[in-house]
């Protein structure tokens, strides 16, 4: 049986819904291609939308799926930029150490030469 008729908005195609999730999309134009008018305020619109109870829980399975892996994801990565952030600062204390060590050298040799 028929659960939901609709026309699309210009007004061109009737569309059918069964239960069973069968569309029929009927051309409703006469032979010139013309539209017949019709009040446009009388005509509600359907916001839902008919899918099967195992798409829903397809989709639902693959979204949680998903959201695991972005978690996963993103604590892989904040894990990698710990791990740099560990590196520069071990690198940058190096750094700091050798450069006070030259600096203390030419330190020494300036004060040599004077």
């Known amino acids: 049986p028929v659960s939901r008729l609709r026309i699309t908005s210009d007004d061109a195609f009737l569309l059918s819904v069964s239960e069973d999730s069968t569309v029929f999309i009927f051309d409703v134009r006469d032979k010139e291609g013309r539209v017949t008018k019709r009040d446009k305020e009388t005509v509600?619109?359907?916001?839902?939308?008919l899918v099967t109870k195992s798409d829903l829980e397809e989709k639902t399975q693959s979204?949680?799926?998903l959201k695991?892996?972005?978690e996963e994801l993103t604590m892989?990565?904040?894990y990698?930029?710990?791990l740099k952030d560990l590196n520069?600062?071990?690198?940058m204390k190096e750094e700091?150490?050798?450069?006070?060590?030259e600096l203390a050298?030419?330190?020494k040799n300036y004060e040599l030469l004077l």
Not at 44 to 49: G, K, P, Q, S
Not at 88 to 91: A, V
């Open 80 to 82: 990698q930029l710990r």
């Open 88 to 91: 520069y600062t071990e690198k």
């Open 76 to 78: 892989q990565n904040e």
């Open 96 to 101: 700091t150490e050798r450069f006070n060590q």
């Open 68 to 70: 695991q892996k972005v």
């Open 105 to 107: 050298s030419d330190k």
């Open 63 to 65: 979204m949680a799926e």
């Open 44 to 49: 509600n619109f359907a916001e839902e939308i």
